[in-house]
């Protein structure tokens, strides 16, 4: 037992020291869909969506209703001035018929059908299941690109964070050895007091964003794991000669007229606007107007002892035919529902208006940050060699006199600050790439795919 003890703690070992995976964009968009419970909501919305299809068709169909009652029941009839006739009997004149039952027993039961032959309203209301059906599937959609962005936001979050956490830390280094360096020169008189005031203060304020940018990606990775479920312990990260600019991109017009048709936000907005327009019909003149096919067939019995002794009623019916009803007067309620759908229709079509113009402008933003975003990159990567010449140069010519402490903390502050800049700029274009695809209603998961092919999948240690 101790043995096998032993080996199964250095399988255990094994496993662990050996290096797993990056974390790469695609699999935290997996890992997601899981965990958030905003799209799990999202998912349980679009499932009971789906139902009002079936909804919508069965408000056509045949509708029965058994109805059935036992109680008590008391019954008082009085007839008089009747006429009376019967074979072997004389024609009477000015007849009576009085029966009464007290508290007596009563059964009766009802087997109605109905068939709705004519109905505006109904079909105003079938047609807005329909239209919510419809609806739910372009939630749906919208619900899950929106995931995917919230996804890739925290990602490239989480690698800006931990990036600018890495370079202030190799910042504040340098810092603290020029902090040194400026004490030791001081001491043997070859640099002014004013060269440690100045590294001294550089190293303080380097502290401070240190800490900082620490709080900061700590904020980053709980949000990370608060969407995927997991800890962002190793992403992978965009590769420095990754070409993350597209080989050929549309014409912006070709762009805004894909959104214009296939955004879902619009789509869910049109859909809510032929709802409203349905409800207008629902309370129009010519929906008030119902046919229906009605077949019933019943049966009610009362028995019991009354005034004239035991006595019982009896009487069953059939029917079959069609019925006509007409609203005549509803107190003005209907009038003020039209009125009032009227309004929410220029309410819906004016809301429509706002949200394409929402979506040309980000549909607009994605594509400049396309189209901008790689002769940016390419500038920033020329700053940033620029800056870290300037830094070793500014090295060189402070161990020789001919730069100042101020110098060469001026210098490590537009390195770090070149390198990061370099690296928001690569993921803002990843994110505008997913950004643009998702205003046309075409992101998916091989757009995902294809930021990953961009990422350096590093081995986690």
Known sequence: MKRASIVFSLALLTLAAFPADATDLLQAWQAAQSHDPEY??????????STRRDQASAMWRPSVALSAGVGRMSNDTSTSGAQFSAPGFAQSNGVAFDTSIRDGNMARYALTAKQPLINRELLAQSRQLSLGAEM?????????QQLMLRVAQRYFDVLVAAETVRLLRQQQTAVDHALAEAKDRFKIGSVPVVDTYEAAASAEGVKAQVMAAETDLQLKQIAYADLTGSAPEELATLESSA???PSALAPLADWLSEAALHNPALLIQEKSQGVAREEVAKHGALSA???????QMGHDRLSGSGDFGSAENSASERMIGVQLTIPIFTGGY???????????????RSDGELLRQQIALQTRAAW????VGAGRIAALEQAHKATQSRLEATRLGRSVGDRTTLDLLNAENAATAAELSLLQARTALAQDRLRLAAATGSLD?????????????????
């Open 243 to 245: 070409d993350l600019a």
């Open 136 to 144: 739910a599937d372009a939630e749906w959609q919208n619900a899950r």
């Open 289 to 295: 107007p119902t046919l229906d096919l009605i077949a």
């Open 40 to 49: 799990a909501a999202a998912q349980a919305a679009f499932e009971a969506g």
């Open 445 to 461: 998961e091989e757009h995902l795919r294809t930021i990953d092919n961009l990422l350096q999948h590093q081995e986690a240690r």
């Open 334 to 348: 209907r009038s003020a529902k039209h009125e009032e759908a009227l309004h929410l229709v220029d309410k819906a």
């Open 368 to 371: 400049l940050g396309i189209t």
